[in-house]
């Protein structure tokens, strides 16, 4: 792959990292230092890439990794409360859907974001998060159930 057609992919591709990112991080600064980090890796690893229709997994997967990374540092309060997450949201912007999707254990909402945002095939969602079909299928299908529990009182 050129340097052209990785920056060409990450073009069209950036918008669903970010997605994945922020579901995981649940904050926009991080979310876009995952993103960062995730492509200067991918352009590092690009010699790693077999198949080039692999990209948009094989970069969600990194950017995933990235996120949890990230993660992995963040200072957390007592309560599972994490500083960033006690800071004002700086979107105008307010979605009920997503807000209930923020708010599904990290295991249900990543699979429900690959799934209906990022458009993934369960196969390709068993490669980003390196878990069985099966256990994408049942995850995507208690996200469901928790989403549609929610969007009752909605």
Known sequence: MTKKKFCDCIYIYKRDLYIIASAILKNSA?????VSNAILKGYEKL????????????????????????????????????????????????????DVIRKMKEEYRLVVVLFYYENLSIRDISGVLNIPVGTVKSRLNR???ELKQALKYI
């Open 143 to 145: 996200g469901k159930e």
């Open 30 to 34: 991080d979310a876009e230092d995952a």
């Open 47 to 98: 010699d790693q890439l077999r198949d080039i229709r692999k990209f948009k997994p094989w970069m969600l997967m990194i950017t995933k990794n990235e996120a949890l990374k990230i993660k992995k540092k963040q200072f957390e309060l007592p309560g599972n409360e994490t500083v960033e997450s006690l800071l004002k949201p700086t979107q105008d912007q307010y979605d009920e859907l997503w």
